[in-house]
């Protein structure tokens, strides 16, 4: 288990994570952060393209759950209605909802990943639980405070960009 902020692998955002990725790692957990990762903040409507990838990957075999330090109902409801377990208050970067999801599933840490577009909850989360961290680029930076965080993650990003995804397909 590592105390880094750097990410294991990098992707522009969920849907570039394909079953074939995570295959080659040995996973077959992803777990996903919710706000900026799955939908923007304050909404529960996904794209198209991220329903028809919830799809994919549940066809491939790769279990989905959403764990995420929300509070809100809006959280439980989107799950509930795709089939989609979830933990909410999961206190990232603390590994409180990690361990929670590892043992509800009963998988090995290192047999699993987490996707979500903060390097200081998600990825220092997951690096901390030995977890696959994906760092996925946020899908809206509207306020003053993301953009001022997303500037500090920067020497992060940039020194793992070699992970980056892409990479992997190859």
């Known amino acids: 288990m590592s105390l880094s902020f750097l990410p294991t692998l990098l992707a522009p955002d969920i849907t570039a994570i394909t079953p074939a990725v995570l295959s080659r790692r040995g996973i077959r957990l992803l777990m996903l952060d919710f706000d900026n990762t ?16 919830f799809k994919t990957m549940k066809q491939a075999g790769i279990t989905l759950c959403v764990v995420s330090n929300s509070k809100s109902d809006r959280v ?25 999801c590892l043992a509800r599933y009963d998988i090995p840490a290192c047999q699993a ?53 892409e990479n992997e397909q190859s």
């Open 38 to 53: 799955i939908v923007t903040y304050y909404s529960d409507i996904p794209t198209q393209k991220v329903e028809d990838w």
């Open 113 to 165: 990943a987490l996707a979500g577009d903060q390097i200081f909850t998600d990825t220092l989360g997951a690096n901390a639980q030995g977890v696959t961290s994906i760092l996925v680029k946020a899908i809206h930076n509207h306020r003053f405070l993301f953009k001022c965080r997303h500037l500090m993650e920067l020497p992060f990003i940039i020194l793992a960009w070699r992970r980056r995804i």
């Open 76 to 100: 439980q409801r989107f799950c509930d209605e795709r089939d989609l377990d979830c933990i909410i208050r999961a206190k990232k970067p603390r590994g409180k909802g990690i361990r929670e």
